[in-house]
């Protein structure tokens, strides 16, 4: 990334995780957040999820191939983030926080 004479980033994180979320809903028409975690509940291992819902909290499904797009932009867009515990992105804030739901039967 190209830095300005101040020596900060010309495109801040920031920017880019609103221009991912922007994206995301361009990619998934009707997604309001998005899961992200380890945790496949069809998996033995750490396997990355995504679960996709509407702003009235309905699960939507897209292919697979979109959800696994989607998934591994948010885990670049947010590097620093403990991908351990699921987080949730919201869309319209482009905010990130850990979700509180756990997998059944996965004992994390």
């Known amino acids: 990334m190209h ?21 995301l809903v ?38 697979r191939t979109t959800t696994r797009i989607a998934a591994r932009w948010i885990l670049r867009a947010w590097p620093e983030t403990d991908w351990t515990r699921p987080h949730v992105l919201d869309l319209a804030t482009a905010t990130l926080a850990r979700s509180a739901l756990i997998a059944t039967g996965r004992g994390r």
């Open 3 to 23: 830095a300005m004479p101040s020596g900060t980033p010309a495109c801040p994180d920031t920017d880019r995780q609103h221009r991912l979320a922007v994206q």
């Open 26 to 63: 361009d990619m998934i028409p009707g997604a309001a957040t998005v899961r992200v975690g380890l945790d496949d509940p069809k998996q033995t291992w750490p396997h990355l999820h995504a679960i996709v819902k509407s702003e009235a909290g309905r699960v939507l499904k897209p292919n």
